[in-house]
């Protein structure tokens, strides 16, 4: 089993050292490094090559939700502009631990890959981040419903099928690859990539990665 590689952000002192004393005693998981979630995370992440983060906002999430907003609302902007670090290759997925099921209203869709309870047992936290890592979106019962609006709201059709080319793209989207490495993989142009993800949220009806993966998930298009 591949050893996974974890970054632990916690504004709470001791909630930081109770979690990467969890995850560290488990024998497929290794606590890179910890820090509060305004320390520079870019620098963390480039320092550590994390596999997964785990992001525990506290029972009064506010500052550290407004450190994760401004983080993954930077991410989407690298994304868009191709300036995400090429050497990093996919996008760090995300589990945010949350105080109530209630708090992950205040969190936009698709910034995060995976949703818990502060409470979680080690069992689930685990099993949880090598499912992210493989590629899926992770989240406890509780948080039913908080990726996409239920499925009835969606048609079961699409708007219109889907190009080989797309689904070769909206494959390298759900394993996490970001723009340009999907361009370097398809030897087609960065431009040509963005141009297939402009299509493919259309046909999909949606307006995120995330929100493309678990659709074309539950139409069948893709497996992860």
């Known amino acids: 089993m591949n050893l996974i590689r974890v970054l632990v952000l916690s504004d709470d002192q001791l909630a930081r050292a109770g979690l990467s004393a969890l995850l560290g005693g488990q024998e497929s998981l290794q606590v ?4 509060a979630s ?17 992001w ?8 550290s ?8 609302e930077q991410n989407e902007i690298n994304e868009r502009d191709d300036i995400r670090d090429s050497a990093a290759g996919a996008i760090v997925p995300i ?32 099993s949880g981040l090598r499912a992210m890592v493989a590629g899926l979106l992770v989240f406890s019962p509780e948080f039913e419903g908080y990726l996409l609006p239920e499925e009835s709201s969606f048609s079961h059709e699409l708007v219109e099928p ?26 087609i ?3 040509t990539v963005k141009f297939h993800i402009t299509s493919l949220y259309g046909k999909l009806d ?10 074309a998930t539950r139409l069948g298009l893709i497996l992860l």
Request: no cysteine; charged share 25%; glycine share 4%.
């Open 65 to 72: 939700l407004e450190n994760l907003l401004q983080y993954t």
């Open 162 to 187: 889907l190009t080989p080319r797309e689904l070769e793209v909206l494959q390298l989207i759900a394993e996490g690859l970001a723009n340009k490495a999907i361009a370097r993989q398809l030897n």
């Open 56 to 63: 525990d906002l506290g029972w009064d999430p506010t500052d």
């Open 206 to 215: 949606v307006s995120s990665r995330t929100e493309a993966v678990v659709r």
């Open 32 to 35: 890179v490094a910890s820090q």
């Open 38 to 54: 305004d320390e520079d995370l870019p620098v963390a992440i480039a320092t550590h090559r994390p596999d997964a983060i785990v």
């Open 95 to 126: 589990l945010a631990l949350l105080a109530e099921p209630e708090q992950s209203r205040a969190i936009p869709s698709g910034s995060v890959q995976g949703l818990m309870v502060r409470d979680v047992a080690a069992d689930p936290l685990t």
């Open 189 to 191: 142009s960065d431009h």
